[in-house]
T-cell receptor, first 115, second 111 residues
Framework: DGGITQSPKYLFRKEGQNVTLSCEQN?????MYWYRQDPGQGLRLIYY???????QKGDIAEGYSVSREKKESFPLTVTSAQKNPTAFYLC??????????????FGPGTRLTVT | AQSVTQLDSHVSVSEGTPVLLRCNYS??????LFWYVQHPNKGLQLLLK??????LVKGINGFEAEFKKSETSFHLTKPSAHMSDAAEYFC?????????FGTGTRLLVSP
């Protein structure tokens, strides 16, 4: 079964702690993405990666970090510098092409609560 | 720059009646457009996509959308709503190296 997995589904942390969210895909997609979703808002892009060992900041990268050491994995670390980390985090992947018509496939999400 | 506007934050329908979710887009080139659906606490699922082929696009679960360049619109329709259609719907346009999401329309379906 091909798809994207995110773990855990729910995550609780104390303020001041770093936390890493997992994202794995077996679709053989080149590109991977991290989004943040807050109630009543659309998706906001945190980071994206088009190839292994390369990634770019999205619209709201401050307080987050990523790595892309393997094609199938794109973990996101929420650092203590992120002022308001409680949110629903979505990982996605897509075929990367120059045509621009690439749809993204999403994982089930991780709900992070920081108190 | 590419952008997308979903004209309604909430739409309420009765089961069995038609659904219309409105989306206008702005793009400096011929865009690709998508509709995604999100059920509570779930990831997003692709409903349908427009990639400059037929202007009327059919998707899953009986949904379809029509690309109208003259009106810069890509409205989502379904002839008869089902209770299971209650969810959040996102209209999306391709941007440079990334997708641009609308703010979403919540569809409420009453019995």
């Amino acid at each position: 079964d091909g798809g994207i997995t995110q773990s855990p589904k729910y995550l609780f942390r104390k303020e001041g702690q770093n936390v890493t969210l997992s994202c794995e895909q077996n679709l053989n997609h080149d590109a991977m993405y991290w989004y943040r979703q807050d109630p009543g808002q659309g998706l906001r892009l945190i980071y994206y990666s088009q190839i292994v060992n390369d990634f770019q900041k999205g619209d709201i990268a401050e307080g987050y970090s990523v790595s892309r050491e393997k094609k199938e994995s794109f973990p996101l670390t929420v650092t203590s510098a992120q002022k308001n980390p409680t949110a629903f985090y979505l990982c996605a992947s897509s075929i990367y092409g120059t045509s621009g018509s690439y749809e993204q496939y999403f994982g089930p999400g991780t709900r992070l609560t920081v108190t | 720059a590419q952008s997308v506007t979903q004209l309604d934050s909430h739409v309420s329908v009765s089961e069995g009646t038609p659904v219309l979710l409105r989306c206008n887009y702005s793009s400096s080139y011929s865009p690709s457009l998508f509709w995604y659906v999100q059920h509570p606490n779930k990831g997003l699922q692709l409903l349908l996509k427009y990639t400059s082929a037929a202007t009327l696009v059919k998707g899953i679960n009986g949904f379809e959308a029509e690309f109208k360049k003259s009106e810069t619109s890509f409205h989502l329709t379904k002839p008869s709503a089902h209770m299971s259609d209650a969810a959040e719907y996102f209209c999306v346009v391709t941007g440079f190296q990334k997708l641009v999401f609308g703010t979403g329309t919540r569809l409420l379906v009453s019995p």
